[in-house]
């Protein structure tokens, strides 16, 4: 997996998501703290909102805004929000993938006329990520290309780079959930493999993910025998 990290004018940033020029112009900084989850209908996250006047209330920042906010904290001079919004495979459909191309991960920050946007995909997902934002006409500036890590103690980490790739993509686009919203032949065919490989990977990552579970679970506190 590849981590890319980007910057894009905030005015390609406003066509990118589609709105919220008011609210964008209004704030200081923007920062998405956490992504909680994103279905087809809502994409839900934690978020941190500094306006760029300091007397502009909450109340008045979630009018301009065009996502739904709620407040959860006061941070100094900035908002701990909770945000809904579209989902961030809006994005992806908007610059014509295909095929499941990687995923958005923190932080996304807006600040000083300036979007940066974290990804997180294979080498070609994020080739296709960057060559179609041009093709939109957007200016995406490369910061860093670097390898993507999970965190140490992350149960992804016992899966093959094609397992995490099946199971994410899988858990991102409802073949988990009931009703299931994706078939394991359409999920196939997003993901450019065929569906006995899917199936293949799909079965290994999900032992290696309850088998890590279990095994954690069952485990004795401190290690002790």
Known sequence: MRRLVLELPLEDFIRLKGGGEEFYRTVASFTVVQILRVTPRAATSIVRVRPADPRVRFES?????????????????????????????????????????????????????????????????????????????????????????????????????????????AYRQGYYDRPRRISSKLLAQRLGVSSSTLVNHRLKAEHRLLATILESASAPPGGAA
């Open 61 to 169: 920042l979630a009018r301009r805004s065009h996502v739904n906010l709620q407040l959860l904290d006061r941070d100094g001079e900035a908002y701990v929000c909770l945000m809904t919004v579209r989902p961030s495979s809006a994005i992806y459909r908007k610059l014509g993938f295909q095929r499941d191309p990687g995923f958005l991960i923190p932080p996304m920050e807006v600040e000083s006329g300036t979007a940066r946007i974290t990804f997180a995909g294979s080498s070609v997902g994020v080739a296709r990520f960057t060559a179609a934002m041009r093709r939109m006409g957007l200016r995406p500036r490369i910061l860093t290309i670097s390898d993507y890590r999970l965190a140490p103690d992350s149960p992804l980490n016992v899966l093959t780079e094609k397992q995490r790739r099946v199971v994410s993509a």
